[in-house]
């Protein structure tokens, strides 16, 4: 089967992500919990990860590397730490469900920075109208896993700057393939997940953060355990619990394979999606949701046929041998900008395993669906 699933996970991974989690599964026990040889090469293990996604993502220190089991967990903690019961914080109309429920749950009175896809000035502007009227944060996607959609996410983070507004960025479809300097940025939190553009496992991920951090899990840590209270120091502060440490040894084989190769991988990844774009735009009652001028999309594209419904499609297309995404994509705010709510699209995102065979085969399949 082809996988068109990356925005999901990327199902391939460089072969050193698997060898390495099965080193870690043998040979290391749970850091911080022992002064033995297994305990004490689990946290070097760990420490080195962090170290290597401080350097990737200019976070001030390794110590400001948060382990997490997903983005949804980082941005989780980002909500909880600058968003209480009637606080204003203005979002993207390009949000997943990891921001838009918190949010929701935490009570928050949510601003959208309505905007129309691939319009970054436009969206730019939008969220200066909204951070204007005030606001306790604001939260902004990098990428949109619907449309691929690239956010003007620096400009966006200097209106917070000059506003004094905590800004939160979910980097789940960028990280990979997009600098992320946290220094650059400002950030208050920068949250992403392991297992997509970084290529590690599954239940792995990464927030960078900056002061007054919230936990949203309480328990052990392995410091400071006489008091009641979680430390208040980081990282133990948000990393309660026994760490993933086969996962994040397999990330950090991943962040290895990955440095370096971002600018190459965004590259063919703008090359296939514009090539999709291009093949399914030329068959008839196909409407595809791109960026023209290729500038502002990642490695992620929507399409639809007409007259057909998206779940069916990509069911149809998945017997034959394609693993696509169709519906909302837990983002229907992103839909409704789009003009796709409430059926959504069929989405293709793609990997560095990835090829433009795969790519010229699927759109001569869709176009035998169409009937053509």
Known sequence: MIYFDAAATTLQKPPQVAEAVLRAMKSLG????????YAM??????????KKAAAMFSAPGPENVIFTFNATHGLNIAVRSLAERGDRVVISAWEHNAVLRPLTAA???????????????ETAESFRRELDKGARACFVNMVSNVSGYV???????ALCRERGVPLAVDASQAAGTMEIDWERLGAAFVAMP?????????????????AGAQPVLYGGTGSDSALPEMPDFLPDRLEAGTHNTAGIAGLSAAL??????????AGLERELVSLAARGLESIPGAEVYRDKTGESQGGVLSFNLSGRDPEELAERLGRRGFALRAGLHCAPLAHKSLGTFPAGTVRLSFSA?????EVSRLVWTVRDEAGL
Request: proline letters at 7%.
């Open 107 to 121: 009570g928050a009175n949510i601003a959208v920075a309505r905007d129309r896809a691939f319009c970054p000035e």
């Open 151 to 157: 956010l003007p996410v620096y400009e966006i983070a």
């Open 30 to 37: 749970s850091p911080g919990r022992g002064g033995h040889r």
């Open 256 to 265: 290895d394979w990955v440095r370096g190769r971002e600018g190459r991988i």
């Open 194 to 210: 392991g297992h997509k553009g970084l290529y590690g496992p599954q239940g792995t991920g990464l927030l960078i953060v900056g």
């Open 353 to 357: 395993f990835n090829r433009p065979d």
């Open 41 to 50: 090469e689990a946290a070097e293990a760990v420490y080195n990860c962090r």
